[in-house]
């Protein structure tokens, strides 16, 4: 049964960093696409940042310059790496892959992790 995992968030003070892990087990799979998205209270949940098998990237433009995202595909992992964290920033952040098998290489499905919690305080 696959499972995400995600660690690193945290109370921090506006303008200081954090970095959120996700990590993927569980099966024999293939992380295709991979990215972190957030949720604040009362608002949908939006794309922070998203990276492809190729490494890839993509983001939402309120985090470009501030937030980065990679991948260790050795140990099925994704990172984000936030610097200069807003109050703005505050939200749970889930991690979301997109998982191939080797049952079936064609087929992808999607997967979340529970969330880890972000607040940044001004």
């Known amino acids: 049964q696959v499972q995400l995992v995600e660690s690193g968030g945290g109370l921090v003070q506006a303008g200081e960093s954090l970095r959120l892990s996700c990590v993927a087990s569980g099966s024999t799979f293939r992380i295709n696409a991979i990215g972190w998205y957030r949720q604040a209270p009362g608002k949908q949940r939006e794309l922070v940042a998203r990276?492809?098998?190729?490494?890839?990237?993509n983001y939402a433009d309120s985090v470009k310059g501030r937030f980065t995202i990679s991948r260790d595909n050795a140990e099925n992992t994704v990172y984000l790496q936030m610097n200069s964290l807003k109050p703005e920033d505050t939200a749970v952040y889930y991690c979301?892959?997109?998982?191939?098998?080797?049952?079936?290489?064609?087929?992808?499905?999607?997967?979340w992790g529970p969330g880890t919690q972000v607040t940044v305080s001004s």
């Open positions: 979301n892959a997109h998982l191939a098998f080797s049952s079936d290489y064609t087929k992808e499905f999607s997967y």
């Open positions: 990276i492809s098998s190729g490494s890839s990237t």
